[in-house]
């Protein structure tokens, strides 16, 4: 049977300035699914990334993290799925959300790209906005000139703890996503809040 998802990217900011940001959710997110296969993400430059193919609960994925900086996202994500001829459709785009608050996480396919620099590049080279997102959420400061500050911003103990929470929940429910039963693996995942 063929996946739904065969495509995990996590977007995010690459080198030590950027490392634990609140921006580098996504890319977090990927190291993360990384680890819980045994496997880690490597430098493979003709993908401007980090990248890894992982066997993962009777999946096969691939694993990137581009190292072009957000607002060139799309260039690695391009690179890739042209690669291995995968179509939009079977992308998921990890990103952080600033609608949604610390330790909770939606899926989401298609819409706008809402300001975010990465998905808005991922558009522009996919030519499409019919990708798979997982939005991962890091809150919002409370105002829109605090917004760069806070996304470039280091998280703290709580919020890490938070989202490696959101993270396992995610792990439990990707299965279910990638195989086609994306309105199951919604409806655990949106009912699910780490601070709870």
């Known amino acids: 049977m063929a996946?739904?998802?065969?495509?995990?990217?996590?977007?995010?900011?690459?080198?030590?300035?950027?490392?634990?940001?609140?921006?580098?959710?996504?890319?977090?997110?990927?190291?993360?699914?990384?680890?819980?296969?045994?496997?880690?993400?490597?430098?493979?430059?003709?993908?401007?990334s980090r990248y890894a193919r992982i066997q993962w609960q009777g999946l096969e994925l691939h694993l990137l993290n581009p190292l072009t900086f957000m607002n060139r996202s799309g260039l690695s994500v391009k690179?890739?799925?042209?690669?291995?001829?995968?179509?939009?459709?079977?992308?998921?785009?990890?990103?952080?959300?600033?609608?949604?608050?610390?330790?909770?996480?939606?899926?989401?396919?298609?819409?706008?790209?809402?300001?975010?620099?990465?998905?808005?590049?991922?558009i522009a080279h996919l030519g499409t906005n019919n990708f798979q997102r997982l939005r991962l959420g890091i809150g919002h400061p409370g105002e829109a000139r605090q917004v760069t500050g806070y996304v470039l911003g280091r998280l703290g103990k709580q919020e890490t703890e938070a989202l490696s929470a959101v993270f396992d929940e995610i792990m439990r429910v990707l299965p279910d996503a990638a195989n086609g039963n994306m309105a199951a693996a919604m409806n655990r995942l949106h009912g699910f809040d780490a601070n709870a």
Do not use: C, W
């Open 3 to 48: 996946q739904d998802i065969v495509m995990v990217v996590g977007l995010g900011n690459p080198g030590a300035d950027y490392e634990n940001t609140r921006h580098n959710a996504g890319a977090l997110f990927v190291e993360a699914l990384a680890r819980d296969a045994g496997q880690a993400l490597r430098l493979e430059k003709k993908y401007h």
């Open 79 to 122: 690179a890739l799925a042209d690669f291995f001829k995968i179509s939009p459709e079977q992308i998921l785009i990890a990103h952080d959300e600033l609608d949604l608050p610390p330790g909770t996480a939606k899926l989401k396919k298609g819409g706008g790209h809402g300001g975010h620099n990465g998905l808005r590049d991922s």
